[in-house]
């Protein structure tokens, strides 16, 4: 069964709105989650990782003000997308490592993000 | 820099086998990772490679030369089902972050 529970699996909204999509371990602790965005035909791209109890880390180019990560407890990160816009239409995909090394990372099912 | 590559698509018989290359140029190493991922789908992993060798589970393996800076993923016995993109990725150091390369689609014909 899923190991990374990702809601909602797909959310439309009108531009200038927010939307906040939940990464959840469902049987581990995560105190590190990975946000990556993936344009169609494309491959993953890490957008940030999330930290449980500190500042996530963006990677370069992509605006923290924009998108806003919690990672409030062991088990749940949020990816919030503030006043989406249409360029920001993609699959957004978080991931959690697992395994004594962190070896095996496992992905949450993925959030279709349609901005109208 | 960072650098990962693997064919941009494959095409493979039904019943065949087929093997998927993902060389690599990295300034560290601590381990090679093969997901498969389904369009529209979340990646699913399949193999993690650390040690030189080959790594055998089921149908499928993955094989990694350090010196080289190779990995393959060897699909045998290939089903409808098994049509796919593979993601090749590689992890520098001993964070968990990943480098990907851009994926292989795989496509199978009956």
């Known amino acids: 069964g899923a190991v990374v529970s990702q809601h909602p699996s797909w959310v439309i909204c009108k531009s200038g709105t927010s939307v906040k999509i939940e990464c959840r371990s469902l049987d581990f602790q995560a105190t590190t989650m990975f946000w990556y965005r993936q344009f169609p035909k494309q491959s993953l791209m890490l957008m940030a990782t999330s930290n449980e109890g500190s500042k996530a880390t963006y990677e370069q180019g992509v605006e923290k003000d924009k998108f806003l990560i919690n990672h409030a407890s062991l088990t749940l990160s949020t990816l919030t997308v503030t006043s989406a816009h249409p360029e920001d239409s993609s699959f957004y995909i978080c991931s959690a490592p697992r395994g004594s090394l962190g070896e095996k990372l496992f992905f949450g099912s993925g959030t279709q993000l349609s901005v109208l | ?110």
């Not at chain 2, 019943?15 to 190493?29: E, L």
């Not at chain 2, 650390?50 to 990995?71: H, I, Q």
């Open chain 2, 1 to 110: 820099g960072q650098n990962i590559d693997q064919p941009t698509e494959m095409t493979a018989t039904e019943g065949a086998i087929v093997q998927i290359n993902c060389t690599y140029q990295t300034s560290g190493f601590n381990g090679l990772f093969w997901y498969q991922q389904h369009a529209g789908e979340a990646p699913t992993f399949l193999s993690y490679n650390v040690l030189d060798g080959l790594e055998e589970k089921g149908r499928f393996s993955s094989f990694l030369s350090r010196s080289k800076g190779y990995s393959y993923l060897l699909l045998k016995e290939l089903q409808m089902k098994d049509s796919a993109s593979y993601l090749c990725a590689v992890r520098e150091d001993s964070n968990y972050q990943l480098i990907w390369g851009a994926g292989t689609k795989l496509i199978i014909k009956p």
